[in-house]
């Protein structure tokens, strides 16, 4: 007869599966090379250093001051 401390655990090791599953997911690769805010080339070390970027530097900046303004 399972008590609650072996319930909780079982439930615990199963939100830990789950997560450590979905990490384990790729991640998303962006297929335009163009930036989708400002038309122009995201730099090649940007895609590389992050490939699921769909926005340069510079507009990827203002998306995030935008999103601070938001809350």
Do not use: N
């Given at each position: 007869m399972a008590d609650n401390a072996d319930i909780?655990?079982?439930?615990?090791?199963r939100r830990?599966?789950?997560a450590l599953a979905s990490q384990r997911r790729p991640?998303?690769?962006?297929?335009d090379p163009d930036c989708?805010?400002?038309?122009?080339e995201i730099p090649k070390?940007?895609?590389?250093?992050?490939?699921w970027?769909?926005?340069?530097?510079?507009?990827?900046g203002i998306r995030e001051r935008r999103c601070r303004h938001v809350r």
């Open positions: 909780a655990t079982d439930i615990a090791e830990l599966a789950h991640l998303p690769v962006a297929t989708e805010e400002c038309g122009q070390a940007r895609r590389e250093a992050a490939p970027a769909t926005t340069c530097i510079e507009c990827q």
